[in-house]
């Protein structure tokens, strides 16, 4: 019976090894196995390094606690700023009515409507308890954006942007800027912003958090889905799209419908001085992430652009 039993064992380790199987202990050494990779990922170790540069913000205006990390030497909140002063209600455009119609402050929380029938104060207290607030922070015009960062904090301009794209490129060995003729034109506006005519193509997935993906609404007939980002940084980029003045949205009035969940945007501190555009008087230089894009290998992108400055876009702080 023995022998019966030790001839099953010895025949059962044969075809497991003849399958290149090993069973291995729990913590138990893997050593000299043929075929077998065991080269850590590159992302891995840069996530280790980048865990030792993480550090905490507590904002003294209103109590909330940011992660923020350090990139190549700029320390930036890893979360979007959750600052809400006010809320501005959703059904005008928040410009001056009278020409050069110079832009106000804006304040805005993802899915949540100002209600006219209320107090300023009720709509404020409703709006910080929204499930977009935390998830999404405050999307601020840029007159609101230029304000709001706290204290020994600033709002970044596109250079310090694109040195985090540069540094994302460096570490990852992967990505490149691409010139393009995107809005090569100039006929109606002056073009100062100098990143404008390219794109950052393959940096995106190292700065996107690892929940973003999926369809933006409506959108299974436009966009295609796409992979969760890598976070190398511990960045937490997440797809909030951007508040525009009458765009229309079942879930979220207000947002853009196509740009939920789909693209994350941001404010710099650069304004273009471009006279008057589309019935306003300025256009500030914004940055627009996004997973998919329309062009070979459909790598994500990232586009430095001019826009109005009364939309209502995310914004991340840099310390001082």
């Not at 979007?80 to 209600?89: D, E, H, I, M």
């Not at 100002?114 to 207290?125: R, T």
């Not at 969940?261 to 006279?275: K, L, M, P, Q």
Request: aromatic letters at 12%.
């Amino acid at each position: 019976m023995k022998k019966i039993i030790f001839l099953i064992t010895i025949i059962a380790l044969l075809k497991c090894a003849g399958n290149g199987l090993v069973d291995l202990e729990p913590n138990e050494e893997i050593t000299n196995l043929e075929h077998t990779e065991l080269k850590q990922p590159k992302s891995t170790n840069l996530e280790k390094k980048y865990s030792e540069e993480k550090c905490t913000l507590i904002d003294s205006r209103d109590g909330n606690k940011y992660g923020c990390v350090k990139v190549s030497g700029l320390t930036w909140m890893s979360e979007n700023l959750r600052y809400l002063p006010a809320v501005t209600p959703g059904d005008q455009y928040p410009v001056e009515t009278t020409s050069p119609y110079k832009p106000l402050a804006g304040y805005y929380v993802y899915n949540y409507t100002y209600d006219s029938k209320v107090s300023e104060e009720e709509n404020l207290i409703s709006a910080l308890s929204a499930e977009g607030y935390n998830r999404y922070g405050v999307y601020y015009t840029h007159k609101a954006a230029s304000d709001a960062c706290p204290i020994d904090w600033h709002l970044p301009n596109a250079e310090e942007w694109q040195s985090l794209f540069l540094a994302t490129q460096e570490e990852t060995g992967k990505g490149e800027f691409i010139q393009s003729e995107f809005m090569s034109d100039g006929s109606l506006i002056k073009r100062v912003n100098p990143y404008e005519k390219g794109r950052w193509n393959g940096v995106e997935a190292a700065l996107r958090s690892k929940d973003w993906l999926g369809y933006s609404e409506g959108s299974e007939s436009h966009y295609p889905d796409f992979e969760a980002g890598s976070d190398l940084f511990g960045f937490n980029i997440i797809g909030g799209g951007m508040w525009r003045p009458g765009a229309k949205s079942t879930s979220a009035p207000g947002f853009m419908r196509y740009d939920n969940n789909y693209r994350a945007y941001f404010w710099t501190s650069d304004i273009v001085e471009t006279g008057k555009y589309g019935g306003f008087s300025e256009l500030a230089i914004g940055i627009r992430i996004e997973p998919v894009e329309n062009y070979p290998n459909n790598d994500g992108a990232i586009w430095t652009l001019n826009m109005a400055s009364y939309n209502g876009l995310a914004i991340r702080c840099v310390k001082d």
